[in-house]
């Protein structure tokens, strides 16, 4: 669906917003403003990588922009999906689908509309775009931490797989997170170079959106390196309390062979010594409880436990 959205005073640019292109929409696209199939099917592609591309035919600027996707019931850990922004002339064009909607939601009221209706030119309101895109890596990376810290004081205490799920999920959210800002890094870059004319306060915006995207850069970086580490703090505690427990096991199994030993010997049905008294099964009980407490010793003084 295309939406011309409407900014609160006159400007010389025009917004349409486009979610979930349809093929209504690509024909509309193509016949009024001389879109490609080449610039559809960059559209259309949602695995598309972050970048910049500049149509020398139809002067189109297009960019590819990763946001973040929070999980959901089915895929427990963050991921990231592309919008794109095309700026033809004074027209731009944000494209999303309903995962990524949310982004430009937050434009959708009135007080926002103001805001960017101060832009000067489109290159202002472009990055005025990518500036507020770029602070959901921020708000993702915060929300991790918030859990990861959560998750620590637990696996101090104890460590179940529930909680090591929880972590590895952590750990593939935040690998996610650091490849899609380190391409909207490269992206951001190559604008220093494309064919878009900034003016001053563009550029001063393209600065901003640069130093969000390299702290949300360093933070992903820190944030992964504390996860990777509580990560192998965990697995040495589960390696311990795995070693304990077969210790304790193979303790007992060894103790309580004692007595299996020795009631299989005067179980056999033949003469044995000490076994023509009805009192025998005391002295054979006492000789039990007399080997079993000296292995115990035996393996206490060796430290088995």
């Known amino acids: 669906m295309i939406r011309q959205q409407s900014f609160p005073v006159e400007t010389k640019y025009k917004w349409y917003d486009i979610s979930n292109l349809s093929e209504e929409d690509s024909d509309k696209l193509q016949d009024e403003f001389n879109f490609t199939p080449d610039i559809i ?170 130093i969000e995207t390299n702290q949300s850069a360093e933070m992903v970086k820190i944030s992964h390196q504390v996860t990777k580490t509580l990560s192998a703090t965990s697995n040495n505690m589960m390696n311990n309390n795995l070693n304990d427990t077969m210790k304790f096991l193979t303790v007992w199994s060894l103790v309580l062979t004692i007595p299996t030993i020795l009631t299989g010997f005067y179980g056999m049905n033949v003469s044995l010594p000490v076994g023509h008294s009805s009192f025998d099964w005391i002295v054979i009980i006492a000789l039990t409880i007399l080997l079993m407490v000296w292995l115990i010793v035996l393996m206490k003084r060796h430290h088995f436990f």
């Open 41 to 210: 099917s960059y559209i259309s592609d949602q695995h598309e990588r972050p970048h910049y591309d500049y149509d020398i035919h139809t002067h189109i600027h297009l960019l590819v922009y990763d946001v973040p996707i929070w999980p959901t019931n089915s895929i427990k850990h963050f991921t990231s999906r592309p919008i794109t922004l095309l700026v033809l002339g004074e027209n731009i064009f944000t494209f999303h689908t309903e995962a990524t909607s949310y982004v430009l939601d937050e434009f959708n009221d009135e007080h926002m509309w103001e805001q960017l209706s101060e832009a000067k030119d489109v290159t202002e309101l472009l990055m005025k775009f990518l500036l507020y895109s770029s602070q959901y890596f921020q708000r993702a990376i915060t929300q991790l931490d918030v859990e990861r810290n959560s998750l620590d004081q637990k696996l101090s205490d104890d460590i179940d797989n529930k909680d090591l799920v929880e972590l590895s999920n952590i750990e593939k959210s935040l690998v996610y997170l650091s490849s899609s800002i380190q391409t909207d890094l490269m992206m951001l870059h190559s604008l220093d170079h494309s064919k878009l004319e900034f003016t001053k306060a563009a550029k001063e915006r393209l600065d901003d959106v640069l």
